[in-house]
């Protein structure tokens, strides 16, 4: 059962969330330092149970903004997904976490019980005095990203070693555990989530770890299923006194995914009305993929605005004129369910073109750089725009020998995301990036800055190899389009 991504705003700051299904709401949390991808399959199930399933970026993890202040509170996450309730129109709701998010969860049943229809927690903590010191001194370096690319290669380690220590922070005999060692895309996509959320992964993580379950399971009021699997690394907290016997453990994934949707729906809240559109971003359906699109408004002659291969959409903070932008096909927020590369002008401007018509935009400008300049000007010539402007030429052509396959896939030692950030860096200092001659250099050359690159680097693994298929066009095509009126 498909799902949906839509954006909300909570006092001023972005939430995203995806839905799946219809019927009594419940909010399904993921755990850190992931984001809501990683429980699709419990949303899943819930909605084949007749349930609304609503599962968002915690706030800081994903693309939903953190919370303000140095070190918010388990409470302060419970009293924002409070604030979402109200934003989307729901009353009470059914609630289920995992780990950080069944500590969010229970603060938000413990503060809101006449809101709260029911909660499944699964994983959740019930740390020692001892074991919250060492998380909080050990478990949450700061990530910054490094002029070298090496936190790229620390970001995959730590994934890695995510699935064979627990704490992964203490590669030590005792700390080994059984899981098996994740699979190179599964580690990938938990890098993504790191790499979206930043510095902020730390947040959430350190609220769960002030998490007092003493404090809080008293005041739970609705009915509870408190859980793990046999092979959580919490599987030993149900043991703990503060759990007072109410948890129990289940076989496997399957039969925990079946127990919290049936408790969920036998204790069911209130029906979720439709998601509520924003007027100034989201994402559009196109032939079974999705869009995302931002907007601002202005006065005068609209303008849609296209980026470069590699890249993603930035809407002006300061417009003198309405602006759409779009992510192109498998990139940036749009890199979602696109799997393989894309090849052709025409498969790129198709996308954008329905896109358009599915938003109601017309009698627009478009403009673009490399190969979103190129689609511009397809999308003039098929008179879907009333003028357009190309520039670039982007970061087009891809490179011949000396540099083998170039490729942003996923690789099993993490090599891709450091290749990432070198492209990315290179990027600044010759044009094109691996054409690294003395007459290729760009002068001035462009910033240097680790956050902007990491930015840029970012943007490349997103689309990784729909990036080849777009940047290899863009040097297939004019190299500077001329304006169109």
């Not at 850190?32 to 899943?44: D, H, K, L, T």
Request: net charge negative; aromatic share 8%.
């Amino acid at each position: 059962m498909s799902g949906s991504r839509h954006f909300a705003v909570v006092e001023g700051r972005q939430v995203l969330y995806r839905r799946f299904g219809e019927g009594p709401a419940v909010f399904v949390l993921h755990g850190s330092p992931q984001a809501s991808r990683a429980v699709i399959a419990v949303a899943e199930a819930c909605a084949a149970r007749g349930l609304c399933a609503i599962a968002p970026d915690t706030p800081g993890a994903g693309m939903s903004d953190p919370l303000p202040g140095e070190r918010p509170t388990s409470a302060d996450y419970a009293r924002h997904l409070h604030g979402l309730a109200d934003v989307l129109g729901l009353k009470r709701v059914g609630l289920y976490g995992f780990h950080t998010g069944a500590a969010t969860a229970c603060a938000f049943a413990g503060l809101f019980p006449d809101r709260t229809a029911a909660v499944a927690l699964e994983g959740l903590p019930a740390w020692t005095e001892d074991e919250r010191a060492d998380f909080t001194a050990n478990y949450l370096p700061s990530f910054q990203p490094s002029w070298d690319g090496s936190h790229m290669a620390w970001l995959w380690a730590r994934m890695e070693e995510q699935v064979v220590f627990f704490p992964w922070s203490s590669p030590t005999p005792g700390a080994r555990m059984r899981y098996p060692v994740t699979l190179k895309e599964g580690v990938h996509a938990n890098c993504m989530d790191l790499l979206d959320a930043g510095d902020s992964y730390r947040a959430v993580y350190q609220a769960a770890f002030d998490f007092r379950l003493a404090e809080w399971l008293p005041r739970l009021a609705a009915p509870a299923l408190i859980a793990t699997t046999e092979f959580d690394v919490l599987r030993e907290h149900l043991e703990r006194p503060e759990m007072a016997g109410r948890g129990r453990a289940f076989a496997g994934l399957p039969e925990m995914q079946a127990a919290v949707a049936d408790h969920l729906g036998g204790h069911p809240g209130d029906a979720a009305p439709p998601a509520p559109d924003l007027p100034d971003r989201g994402f559009v359906e196109v032939g079974g993929e999705t869009l995302a699109w931002r907007a601002s408004t202005g006065k005068g002659q609209p303008v849609l605005r296209l980026h470069a291969a590699g890249e993603r959409s930035v809407v002006p903070v300061e417009a003198d004129r309405p602006v759409i932008t779009l992510d192109l096909p498998g990139h940036g927020d749009s890199a979602e369910g696109w799997a393989a590369p894309i090849y052709g002008l025409e498969a790129w401007t198709a996308p954008v073109a329905t896109a358009l018509d599915r938003l109601g935009r017309d009698d627009l400008t478009a403009e673009g750089a490399g190969i979103g300049g190129h689609i511009a000007l397809a999308l003039h010539q098929q008179g879907r725009a009333r003028a357009a402007h190309a520039t670039g030429p982007g970061y087009g052509p891809q490179p011949a020998a000396g540099f083998g396959s170039v490729s942003l896939a996923p690789e099993w030692d993490g090599a891709h995301l450091v290749r990432a950030w070198r492209i990315a860096r290179w990027e600044g200092l010759y044009s094109p990036w691996h054409d690294r001659v003395p007459a290729q250099a760009r002068t001035p050359f462009e910033t240097l800055d680790p956050a902007s690159i990491h930015r840029r680097a970012v943007g490349l693994l997103k689309a990784h190899d729909r990036w080849l298929a777009a940047a290899t066009l863009e040097g297939q095509l004019s190299a500077v389009a001329p304006n169109v009126r």
